[in-house]
């Protein structure tokens, strides 16, 4: 599937506008150093100019860490995830929120797959962690409870994590992406625990309303360590 550029309304070019600039701002003192440094990087293809388009992230890419956008129609089953991301291959919806949904969505659009997850794969450790992500889960795919855990970790990693870096700062995309969440997350009326590997992979959420419960690393090493460990660990 390729993205058609061409169907894009006047309105699609004015929400990502719209979000990319208001989260641009908020973000400035919320986001990680590496976050903010990818974006930055990645200016000539990921701005608020226009609408991303898929070929040249994906020549961007190409000098950096490798990734490829990969356009698919909504959310895909988890053994098609895992095998795109054990080719290196990063999934993205094309269609995007309208004015009016600015700030919440029951399904992730291409706002929360492209500015959300794609500047921190340029991040070479991250992009290793997602790549070995990937990889165990290709492994295990029969095994319905060791994909439940693995479901567990990219929630509250790659979807909503949180770091130290002289204070709390967000790296997860379900955060990057949220304008209301980028500030909640970060309030002390969210429950907040130090990076445990067993703890996440045994612990419930719930996709549907704002996270009350994160987990927070002390640096992408951690990140990538935990994922040798838990192939090590199950192989």
Known sequence: MKQEFSEYKDEDFLVWKTLFERQQVN??????????????EMNSVLNSNSIPKFTELNEWFQSSTGWEIVRVPGLIPVDEFFEFLAQKKFCSSTWLRTMEQLDYLEEPDMFHDIYGHIPLLSNQVFS?????FGKLGKSFIDDDEKL??????YWFTIEFGLIEQNGLKVYGAGIASSFGESISSLQAGTEKFPFDLEAIINQFFKNDEVQSKYFVINDFDELFDSIIELTNKWK
């Not at 973000?27 to 930055?40: F, Q, R, W």
């Not at 439940?148 to 970790?153: A, F, G, T, V």
Request: glycine content about 0%; some cysteine; hydrophobic content about 50%.
């Open 148 to 153: 439940i855990m693995l479901q567990r970790l």
């Open 27 to 40: 973000l400035s003192d919320k986001a990680c150093d590496e976050y903010i440094t990818a974006v930055k």
């Open 128 to 132: 290793d962690f997602a790549f070995e």
